[in-house]
């Protein structure tokens, strides 16, 4: 069972367009976290979010949390080509366990000059 | 600063050979570390996590064991690798002190394996 549902899976856009990529659960997050991963990489962490409907500005990225902590997005305005990546969102718990991330199976972005 | 070493960075190996994978940190003390296996470049797959020396935990039921010898280093390995054991292996660790709502992960830059 697959508890943190990202989408789209794959997408590819033009320089200078703006996207959203969603991060989607059934289940309720104590926080949830975006990274993104170039290829030959480890992911790097861009943001944590914590309260229900909070939003976090990263320069041209903006990361929303859920009122009720369960889903998230990500909105990246005049995408550019070093956005390119593949975008992973990840829980912590659920179950009040915040030792472990439970990972979305990602997006994969790629921003054509 | 911490840095965290993963070695190697690409492994090629026969089915049934054995493994072991080692991931260091540097710069903390008493981290909690993770192994994460990620297929075809997709989502993050949770194998082992340490809360401390000799302490594995195992999320998954698999061919691999993980070990925890010293406070800041990490192994992964199996005794006969399978085909289905090729992928990509991250290696990860966390602050454990303290309340935190939330635990950041630091990756090492992976190990790719493949086993023919």
Do not use: M
Not at chain 2, 53 to 67: D, K
Request: charged share 15%.
């Amino acid at each position: 069972t697959q508890l943190l549902e990202q989408s789209p899976q794959f997408l590819s856009i033009q320089e200078g367009e703006n996207l959203t990529v969603y991060c989607n659960s059934s289940s309720v997050f104590s926080s949830l976290q975006w990274y993104r991963q170039e290829p030959g990489e480890g992911p790097v962490l861009l943001v944590t979010v914590v309260t229900g409907g909070e939003v976090k500005k990263l320069k041209r990225l903006t990361f929303q949390f859920g009122d009720a902590r369960k889903d998230s997005s990500l909105h990246i305005t005049a995408a550019q080509p070093g956005d390119t990546g593949l975008y992973l969102c990840a829980g912590a718990g659920p179950g009040g366990s915040n030792y472990k991330l439970t990972f979305g199976k990602g997006t994969l972005l790629t921003v054509n000059p | 600063s911490q840095t965290i070493h993963q070695w190697p960075a690409t492994l090629v190996q026969p089915v049934g050979s054995p493994l072991s994978l080692e991931c260091t940190v540097e710069g903390t003390s008493n981290p909690n570390l993770y192994w994460y296996r990620q297929a075809a470049g997709r989502g993050l797959q949770l194998l082992f996590y340490s809360v401390g020396i000799g302490q594995i935990s195992s999320e998954v039921p698999q061919n691999l064991s993980a070990s925890r010898p010293q406070d800041r280093q990490f192994i992964l390995s199996s005794k006969k690798l399978l085909l289905s054991d090729s992928g990509f292996y991250l290696c990860a660790w966390s602050v454990s002190r303290g309340r935190v709502l939330f635990r950041k992960l630091f990756f090492g830059s992976g190990t790719q394996l493949s086993v023919l």
